[in-house]
């Protein structure tokens, strides 16, 4: 049980490097969809852009909120796979 234990640590530590890799792409990818979407907000309002402009940045923004979707589910099911290896080594 005891070389288990550092065996999942290592796992862990491994994850945690991981993790503050897609904690720092998620903030980056929600801060310009963020931004992004006020611009719209503010464009749509003020019909400041040109159409192009705007399905431009509308396309953008979509493909970041895939880009985090897809990111999320990554690290959940990298999670569960290194919560079963945890759980499995005991039984």
């Known amino acids: ?5 550092i065996l999942f640590k290592d796992l ?12 720092a792409f998620l903030i980056i990818a929600a801060g310009l969809t963020f931004i992004i979407s006020i611009i719209l907000l503010i464009a749509l309002c003020a019909n400041k ?11 953008f923004n979509l493909i970041l909120e895939f880009a985090i979707a897809v990111t999320v589910s990554i690290h959940a099911s990298q999670a569960s796979n290194f919560r079963d290896r945890y ?3 005991f039984n």
């Open 1 to 5: 049980a005891g070389s288990g234990h």
């Open 12 to 23: 862990g530590d491994a994850a945690l490097k991981d993790f503050n890799q897609y904690a």
């Open 49 to 59: 852009f040109t159409p192009r402009v705007r399905h431009i940045l509308a396309s």
């Open 87 to 89: 759980y499995n080594q």
